[in-house]
């Protein structure tokens, strides 16, 4: 057995959004998934949104919301997800004031990622493999840039963010701010 897990990435569709609740549900705080509705845990409008946001991202870049999940699978089993999604030309998230390169049909080369991954996966190379992977992705779609936030104390997002080139900037608001030039 290799030392370190097989990773893929897969896309979500009914069969895999299940999943990925479930794994959200057991193996992760609601607050690393989904935005603070209805109060705290895993009630209607977090899973409301769970499942709709998925569902819009299932069209991908080109598509109305902009945006592509993945499952991640390591060693054949779903850990998290991990997303691109497109972000306008000089918008504050998009690292860049003077982005202008067209690709999206709208001008858009930059684009935001964010993973998740369950606690039984953390700290075993995971996020690192399937960050190469989106990113991997994110030049095949003609992104020049791939951008992230991360917590200023979430010292493992940014050593994988470093350790895929970005350059990582404080935000001074208990963020941290990572560009990836492509």
Excluded: C
């Excluded at 607050?31 to 209805?38: I, M, Q, R, S, T």
């Excluded at 080139?165 to 935000?171: H, I, K, M, P, W």
């Amino acid at each position: 057995m290799s030392l370190f897990p097989d990773v893929s990435l897969v896309d979500v569709d009914e069969a895999v959004l299940e999943q990925l609740l479930a794994l959200a549900k057991r193996d992760a705080s609601p607050d690393e998934v989904a935005p603070p509705l209805g109060g705290p845990g895993w009630n209607p409008e977090r899973t409301a949104w769970f499942f709709s946001y998925h569902r819009a991202a299932a069209q991908g870049l080109t598509g109305d919301a902009g945006e592509k999940t993945w499952g991640i699978l390591a060693d054949g089993h779903l850990a998290g997800s991990i997303r691109l999604r497109r972000l306008a030309p000089g918008s504050a998230d998009s690292g860049s004031a003077e982005s202008g390169d067209a690709v999206f049909g709208n001008g858009t080369t930059v684009a935001e990622t964010g993973i998740w991954l369950g606690r039984s996966f953390r700290s075993r190379g995971i996020g690192s493999a399937a960050f190469r992977l989106v990113l991997r992705e994110a030049r095949s779609a003609g992104v020049a840039r791939a951008t992230a936030r991360t917590l200023t104390g979430n010292l493992g997002a940014q050593r994988l963010l470093a350790s895929a080139g970005a350059v990582l900037r404080s935000d001074g608001d208990g963020t941290v701010s990572a560009v990836v030039v492509l």
